[in-house]
């Protein structure tokens, strides 16, 4: 004989209307008994009365021909019968949930605060920009954004959303839904005037003397890998300056310290003015893969599916080097 589950487990959905149909009543009024653990408690959570509840539970086992509940004076239990049916019911019903919040989330317009969390530099270069469009498009949306380059639980600070930029074509396994956004490449570069004193580069070796200005969270710390002519090739770099922030790395290199390895969105605009020269262009560092990460597909919320699209399509021809 199964026990009850306990009280308040995986809460219902609102009651079903007077015009459901009469099987689905009775169901939802056998799986709140289930939950709540009696026929009062079934009957407030339902708003309902007692005697109503206990007629459609009854005339659900009737219908089945089969007993679901042991009832005497002091609790109920389900028979073996009743509890895999519970199980199937409690799915239907969460089924029917979520399809009513799917099809809600596709009419009702988004409202609400949405709390998204991006990068530093990129936060500030590409979605800065775009947050003005965004809140006019959506005038029920409020913004809370967070800036930062330190890797953040998005359940457990409360994020809605992040933007998450990782070498390589994907993401490290994790339990985050994420769709990709955009992509970038990484570029080797230093700026003319720390060219004119420094040894010359010619090959990747090279790198190991020459001061370097190293970005804090590159997974592989100080080795740095490429593509070139050769195949797979890593160099030991030594960094003069490191930094958590691709904004310093650049500025030191603009200032004519060193050499460094940055993302294309970032040192672009300065290659192409000349600020900064791209060394080594037959060697391809790490690629970059461009995500918006969310905690899970169900009950996704038209705040964040809003704002997922609208980033796919601000990223889909980026104006990036």
């Excluded at 420094?198 to 070796?205: D, N, Y």
């Excluded at 590159?218 to 160099?235: A, I, L, Y």
């Amino acid at each position: 004989m199964a026990a009850l589950p306990s009280p308040g487990h995986n809460p219902l959905p609102a009651p079903i209307g007077t015009t459901a149909m009469d099987q689905l009543r009775q169901i939802e009024a056998f799986t709140a008994v289930v939950q709540n653990g009696s026929f009062v408690k079934a009957a407030e959570r339902l708003g309902l009365s007692k005697a109503v509840v206990s007629r459609l539970v009854m005339e659900l086992e009737a219908q089945l021909g089969t007993r679901l509940l042991n009832r005497t004076t002091r609790r109920l239990s389900l028979t073996d019968t009743g509890s895999d049916y519970f199980e199937r019911c409690r799915q239907i019903l969460d089924d029917l949930a979520q399809a009513n919040a799917a099809a809600s989330a596709t009419t009702a317009q988004p409202a609400g605060r949405l709390k998204i969390n991006a990068p530093l530099t990129f936060g500030n270069l590409h979605q800065a920009p775009l947050w003005g469009e965004f809140l006019k498009a959506y005038e029920k949306i409020e913004l809370d954004v967070t800036l930062s380059d330190r890797l953040v639980d998005l359940v457990e600070e409360g994020f809605d959303l992040a933007i998450r930029i990782s070498a390589g074509p994907g993401l490290a396994s994790s339990s985050l839904v994420a769709r990709p956004l955009s992509s970038d490449r990484t570029i080797l570069c230093a700026s003319p005037g720390y060219l004119r004193r420094a040894p010359p580069i010619h090959q990747l070796s090279d790198l190991a003397s020459h001061s370097v200005m190293a970005y804090a969270y590159w997974s592989s710390g100080d080795v740095w890998t490429f593509d070139g002519p050769q195949g797979r090739e890593s160099v030991t770099v030594r960094a003069r300056l490191r930094a958590n922030s691709g904004d310093t790395c650049r500025a030191a290199a603009l200032a004519d310290q060193g050499v460094i390895l940055q993302p294309g969105f970032l040192v672009g605009p300065d290659i192409r003015a000349g600020r900064l020269v791209e060394l080594l262009p037959s060697y391809s560092g790490p690629a970059l893969a461009i995500h918006a990460v969310y905690p899970s597909r169900q009950h996704l919320s038209g705040k964040v599916r809003a704002m997922v699209d609208f980033l796919a399509e601000a990223f889909r021809q980026p104006g990036w080097a």
